[in-house]
């Protein structure tokens, strides 16, 4: 198991501090988050607020870590830009070296 399924795996085993898989789901659910990694790609995305407006860049270990979900750094407002895993960088790949 990745570290990064682990995570997953256990944030959703222990959600609301109440045990919801048993081992063997716990496996099979590791196998799958592993799985769906393992295939995924993160897209780099330029990304703005749909509530404010501000631009939104993932940062430290943002930019590096698979998510969905993006929380607005200005006013909080948290949104899925699509549907696989997305980064907010300041410039596109081979647009401009960062
Ligand atoms: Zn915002």
């Not at 990694?37 to 995305?45: N, Q, R």
């Not at 703005?48 to 943002?62: I, K, L, N, S, Y």
């Amino acid at each position: 198991m990745s570290k990064l399924a682990e995570s997953i795996v256990s944030t959703v085993m222990l959600k609301c501090g109440v045990r919801v898989l048993n081992g063997e789901e716990v496996s099979e659910y590791a196998e799958l988050v592993d799985a769906e990694l393992a295939k995924g790609l993160v897209i780099p995305m330029l990304l703005w607020c749909p509530e404010c407006g501000a631009r939104h860049v993932d940062e430290g270990e943002f930019a590096t870590k698979k998510h969905h979900t993006h929380a607005c750094q200005s006013c909080g407002h948290c949104w899925r830009p699509a549907i696989v895993a997305t980064c907010g960088v300041r410039f596109l790949p081979g647009f401009k070296n960062d």
